[in-house]
């Protein structure tokens, strides 16, 4: 199964912004982009990335880590998603493949995971009644 691990979000000051969210939800700070902040609540990565060009703030992509990067392109190829953008470069690249849905949503496929997030997460145990 794929696992959600990756939200991009475009905004006008990256710095702000990751403070904001430090604040408010506790995230850390877990690395640095080009262009912005990674963020991490334990499990997914938050990339806070600075407006470009004609960008809107707003939410940029998404990003799953599969287990398969071929097979995983496959099945997006499949299903009418566009191929935009990215591939690793050597066995140890972080990069990501990004893709387009019918709709416009842009989304990444990764094998290598991002900075602060987990691939696997142990399910929660629900304490039993007394």
């Known amino acids: 199964m794929a696992r959600l691990r990756h939200i991009a979000l475009i905004v ?70 566009a191929y935009l953008s990215g591939r690793p470069t050597s066995p140890n690249s972080w990069y990501e493949c990004k893709y387009q849905d019918r709709d416009g949503i842009i989304f990444d496929i990764t094998h290598r995971g991002w900075v602060g997030a987990v691939k696997e997460v142990s399910p929660v145990k629900e304490k039993a009644e007394a």
């Open 12 to 81: 006008s000051d990256p710095e702000a912004s990751a403070k904001f969210f430090q604040q408010v939800f506790d995230f850390k700070r877990v690395g640095s982009a080009r262009r912005g902040i990674y963020l991490s609540d334990g499990t997914v990565n938050l990339a806070l990335l600075k407006v470009e060009g004609d960008e809107k703030p707003g939410v940029y992509h998404f990003g799953v880590w599969v287990d398969d990067l071929d097979e995983a392109e496959k099945k997006a190829s499949a299903a009418g998603a």
